[in-house]
C-alpha cells in the first residue's frame, strides 16, 4: 500500500495562526496607506470643484449682514449662510444647507482631532474659533476691510463631504503691498470627506480651503507637515549648499515644499487645527517680491498676521506643506 504524505491537524492550526497574527499586524497599516490615498484624491477634487466655482463669481464681499452691539455682541448675523445661499449654490451643486448652530445636521463632528494627533478640540464654530489673532490687528491703514466674528453655516456635497463655511463679508481686494492676512480672508472652509464617522483628524479626513481677496480671489487648499523645521533658516543661503528655507522642505521629505503666500495665509487662519496658535515666529513663503525690492520674499507673522516682504537672508522659521 502506498503512503500518502499530508499535514497534520496541528501543523495546519499552527500555519493558520502564524498567518493570522501577520494579517493582523500588516492589515491596518496597508487600510490606512488605502485610506489616505483615497482623501488625498478627495482633497485635490474638492479643492479643484470650489476654486472652480468661486472663480465664477464676481465677487467674494458683501453677502448677508453682519451687526455689533457696543460690547461686541452680535445682533445680526446672517453672512455665512446668506453666502452658501445667495452665493455659492449658483455655482456649486449642494445638497442640503445648514445654519449656524446647526452644524452637525449636515455631518460635521462635534470635536476633531488637531493635526499629528496632538489634541482634541471643539469643532470651530465661528470666525475667532479658527485663531483667536484673527481678530487682532486686522485693519491696516489704507488698505479697507476688516474681520467679522461671523457664525459658520455648513453644507453637504453630492460626493459626500460635510463643509463648514467662515465667512468674512468685509474682505478687501488683493494688495502686493504690506498689509495683514485677516482682512483678505473672504471665506474659509474646513471640511470632513466622510461626515463624522471618524477618525475626523486634520490632515486626514478633516482639512481646510481658504479663498482670499474680493476680486479676483485666490483659492488655495495646503496640507501642512506636522511640525516646523528645528531653528530658523534665511529664505535663500549667499553660499552654494547651504540650508535655507526651499531645501528645508526637500531635506524633511521629498514630497514636502515650501508654501506659497497665499498657502501660508491659510495656515495662519487655520493655526489652531494645526497647532500654530500658540507660535511666536514668523514663517517664509515660497514667494519672491519682486517690486522695487531685489532679494526680497515674503513672511507671515504668527504672532500678528502681518504679511509683508523680507530681506531673504534673515533668519525665519519653515513650516512645510505637502506637495
Known sequence: MKKTKGFTLAEVLITLAIIGIVAAITLPSLLVNVNEKAWDAQK??????????????????????????????????????????????????????????????????????TLDAVAEINFPKKMSELNSKLLNGSHYEGEGGDVADTKAAAFETVNGESVAVFYNPLCGSDFNLVHHVQNKICVNFVYDLNGAEGPNEVGKDVGFIT?????????????????????????????????????????????????????????????????????????????????????WAWHVNFISGYRDPHIRYDLLSVRCIYK
Open 211 to 295: 479663498a482670499f481677496y474680493s476680486k479676483n480671489p485666490v483659492v488655495v487648499a495646503p496640507i501642512p507637515y506636522g511640525a516646523d523645521y528645528a531653528s530658523t533658516v534665511p529664505q535663500y543661503a549667499e553660499t552654494e549648499g547651504t540650508m535655507d528655507a526651499q531645501s528645508v522642505c526637500k531635506t524633511m521629505g521629498e514630497d514636502l515644499r515650501l508654501p506659497d503666500r497665499d498657502e501660508l495665509a491659510s495656515l495662519f487662519v487655520n493655526a489652531k487645527a494645526i497647532n500654530l496658535e500658540d507660535s511666536n515666529g514668523a514663517y517664509w513663503s515660497g514667494s519672491v517680491y519682486s517690486l522695487g525690492k531685489e532679494g
Open 44 to 113: 485635490k477634487a474638492l479643492h479643484a470643484r470650489l476654486a472652480q466655482a468661486i472663480g465664477q463669481m464676481n465677487t467674494l464681499g458683501g453677502y448677508g449682514a453682519y451687526t455689533e452691539d457696543g460690547d461686541g455682541n452680535a445682533t445680526e448675523d446672517t453672512a455665512a449662510e446668506s453666502f452658501i445661499l445667495d452665493a455659492l449654490s449658483k455655482v456649486y451643486k449642494i445638497n442640503n444647507v445648514c445654519g449656524p448652530d446647526k452644524l452637525s445636521s449636515c455631518g460635521l463632528p462635534s470635536k476633531i482631532t
